[in-house]
């Protein structure tokens, strides 16, 4: 612990935001960095505490604290105050293949569990992994580091998003020759295409997709496994499967009115907008554009955010956010005490945008859409919503959330996102390989375990544990690549 007074000599720093008038205007990541000597600042604010919650990676009271990869916290936030990047990096990247990626989306549960959290502002845990893992870019210590022994095994991963990408770098650090298959155009998965630009820009992500291809990972792309080539003869060229396919199947909002022309899931929304930003700078017009409609995004989560904040870019006329939910305390309240994941409301990026275009807040809590309205062509231009209150199901016992009769209200709109998270993985996949699934239509497979009901085959990621953070999508692909290391050799020294 190199500074033991630090975190009462230094106040937290966020990185600075561009304003939200100006971040409108364009696709780009909108966050700059501290000057080095300042972020050492923030690295000396780490207590290097007793019990390190923000490693922990453990559920309270039903929630994940801590880092659930397990990031060596303290020790590289004690090397950033010294100056020591190179070390610093080296610790990161052992427990964390992507900090580039962690470092700008993950929602941080490593500082919603920092010791320094109980009484005050908890450390820029999040913005300091991002420093470490931009320093070692820019020096030139990330490099690509093939292996030196092949073992002569074949491994496909089935899907090149987060989980997909850490097992495929887990498995050829181990010396299997592993090919990645990914049915879009680009590789990255949830990365490149549900993630917009301005909170991960994709040269990031084709840069560690150039890294990896230069340790010997090959990527075939725009081949849609269990179609356009069968499941037998994947089995048949390889060792493994690993299934790594995302749970990309969206929950859909069935309610009268839903043929209308003008709405689409929020999947398609976010994808089209950035294969035409990387195609065209939006200039072939393939996408669905937002450009002076009113606009409702149904689903107050991450994907509904992105929403508002796309269509904004778009230029549109006006945006409303539906949540099912109340909203949430502005703090947290006697009964989710810290170190649990702190459930209070928050304000992101593409609501703050809002805020500032429209002059309020999006969000409209406790609501839902009852029907769709389209004109004498069939196309959108209103919503019936009506409010929602929790009441006691008397047959269950379980609280659900019903309509409140009278409380209905019309919307305008010519463009609704449905946004409302997805049921699980798509069938073809798990037909194809006749894996068994779960009553959510996750790939099952025993507790703690990833291997499948398929011999050689094994699942990862959303596919596996449904629809989740980035940061458990890798500890889930390392993990998985560990089993498959195991399944292929007898043993296993992959961490």
């Not at 060229?237 to 199947?249: H, I, M, Q, R, T």
């Not at 992101?348 to 945008?353: A, F, N, T």
């Amino acid at each position: 612990m190199g500074k033991p007074t630090g975190f009462l000599e230094y106040d937290r720093e966020n990185t600075q935001a561009v304003s939200p008038a100006e971040r409108i205007k364009n696709f780009s990541e909108f966050h700059d960095p501290l000057p080095l000597e300042k972020r050492r600042e923030q690295g000396a604010r780490c207590m290097d505490c007793g019990v390190p919650f923000c490693q922990s990676g453990m559920v309270l009271n039903g929630m994940v604290s801590g880092c659930p990869l397990n990031n060596l916290v303290p020790e590289w936030n004690d090397l950033i105050y010294t100056g020591n990047w190179d070390q610093a990096y080296k610790r990161l990247n052992k427990t964390n293949c992507f900090p580039e990626f962690t470092g700008r989306v993950c929602p941080a549960l490593c500082e919603a569990a920092c010791t320094c959290g109980l009484n005050g502002d908890p450390v820029t845990v999040r913005d300091n992994e991002l420093a470490v893992i931009e320093t070692a870019f820019a020096s030139g210590q990330v490099k690509a580091r093939p292996p030196k022994v092949r073992t002569g095994k074949k491994v496909a991963v089935i899907g090149s998003g987060p989980s997909g990408l850490a097992a495929a770098t887990m498995l050829n650090h181990r010396g299997h020759q592993v090919t990645v298959y990914e049915r879009s155009d680009r590789p990255g998965g949830l990365l490149m295409y549900g993630i917009p630009n301005m909170k991960l820009e994709k040269q990031i992500v084709e840069r560690r997709i150039r890294l990896m291809e230069e340790e010997g990972i090959s990527f075939v792309t725009g081949v849609n496994v269990g179609k356009d080539i069968k499941a037998p003869k994947i089995m048949a060229e390889y060792d493994a499967v690993v299934l790594a396919c995302g749970a990309s199947n969206p929950r859909d909002i069935k309610v009268p009115g839903r043929k209308a022309k003008g709405i689409y899931f929020a999947v398609d929304f976010l994808k089209a907008t950035t294969r035409s930003l990387l195609d065209s700078n939006l200039t072939d017009g393939k996408y669905i554009s937002a450009k002076d409609k009113h606009v409702v995004v149904i689903g107050g989560g991450d994907t509904g955010n992105d929403c508002v904040g796309t269509a904004i870019r778009h230029g549109c006329a006006s945006v409303v956010q539906l949540e099912m939910m109340p909203k949430q305390p502005d703090s947290r309240t006697e009964n989710n005490p810290w170190p649990e994941w702190p459930r209070i409301c928050k304000t992101d990026y593409g609501q703050e945008e809002a805020i500032a275009l429209f002059g309020h807040d999006p969000r409209m809590y406790q609501t839902t859409v009852k029907e769709f309205v389209a004109d004498e062509e069939g196309r959108l231009k209103k919503v019936i919503v009506v409010k929602l209150e929790s009441k006691k199901d008397p047959k269950t016992g379980r609280m659900n959330m019903v309509p409140v009769e009278g409380s209905e209200q019309e919307l305008e709109a010519e463009l609704v996102l449905i946004a409302a998270g997805f049921l699980g993985s798509e069938s073809y996949i798990t037909q194809a390989f006749g894996v068994d699934v779960d009553g959510r239509t996750n790939v099952a497979t025993r507790p703690g375990d990833y291997q499948t009901s398929v011999d050689k085959v094994f699942a990862c990621g959303d596919m596996h544990r449904g629809q989740s953070l980035v940061v458990w999508a890798i500890r889930e692909g390392r993990e998985a690549a560990r089993a498959v290391d195991l399944k292929l050799m007898g043993y296993t020294n992959l961490e």
